[in-house]
């Protein structure tokens, strides 16, 4: 089946602009994270649901970061007034634990630029 | 901050069996090991995880020293497509991935 999806691929944000990215999950997967990774860096948790709850939000750098899935489905990565160390590669991943055992599924990433 | 200790690049010659060693020696019993795998301008992918026995599926093995402290991922035959930014994760069951710098394995013609 398909994978988990993100949009738009690659993004240019000027300095202090908004942008909103977004996410579709494997179908079914009730569990959806979000995680930042830096050039030459590994993957950095930012923000997990289950379902359209968000359960920890903990890794969200600042309160310009903002994450929703209102249906348990779709979520959106918003960021408000970009600054230039938000540029990273943004990934999603989605699990399901009615497998029995969880692994994450990862999207290709939205990588974001901000002049 | 990671629990795991990996080499921060390895060779491996096209064919030949890769084995990436990993080392969590604060590992405690409800820990799993998982490894995935980085291929450029991908998002990582799943390889393969264990909590202390050996395991075998059709992209690698995973040997678990019987301590728990290291462990070894095994590509028996690899390509070039397997180059790749390789992490080892410790994790409770539940809990949130870690990422380290991990592994980046280069596998030369």
């Known amino acids: 089946g398909a994978g988990v999806s993100q949009s738009p691929r690659y993004k240019v944000a000027k300095r202090g602009q908004d942008v909103a990215l977004r996410c579709d999950p494997i179908?079914?997967?009730?569990?959806l994270f979000w995680y930042q990774q830096a050039l030459g860096q590994g993957p950095e948790f930012l923000t997990y649901f289950q379902n359209e709850a968000q359960l920890d939000k903990s890794g969200l750098p600042s309160d310009r970061f903002f994450a929703e899935r209102p249906e348990g489905s779709v979520s959106t990565l918003k960021i408000q007034r970009t600054q230039q160390e938000d540029s990273a590669v943004y990934l999603c991943a989605s699990s399901s634990r009615r497998q029995g055992w969880e692994t994450q599924y990862f999207g290709p990433g939205t990588r974001l630029l901000v002049l | 901050d990671a629990k795991t200790t990996q080499p921060p690049s390895m060779d491996c010659a096209e064919g030949r069996a890769a084995n990436l060693p990993c080392n969590h020696s604060t590992i405690s019993g409800n820990e799993y090991v998982y490894w995935y795998r980085q291929i450029h301008s991908q998002g990582p992918q799943y390889i393969i995880h264990g909590l202390k026995n050996n395991e075998t599926n059709e992209m690698a093995s995973l040997i678990i020293t019987e301590d728990r402290k290291s462990s070894t991922l095994i590509l028996p035959h690899a390509t070039l497509r397997d180059t790749a930014v390789y992490y080892c994760i410790v994790r409770v069951y539940g809990q949130n991935f870690v990422f380290g710098p991990g592994t980046r394995l280069s596998v030369l013609p």
């Open positions: 179908s079914g997967h009730v569990s």
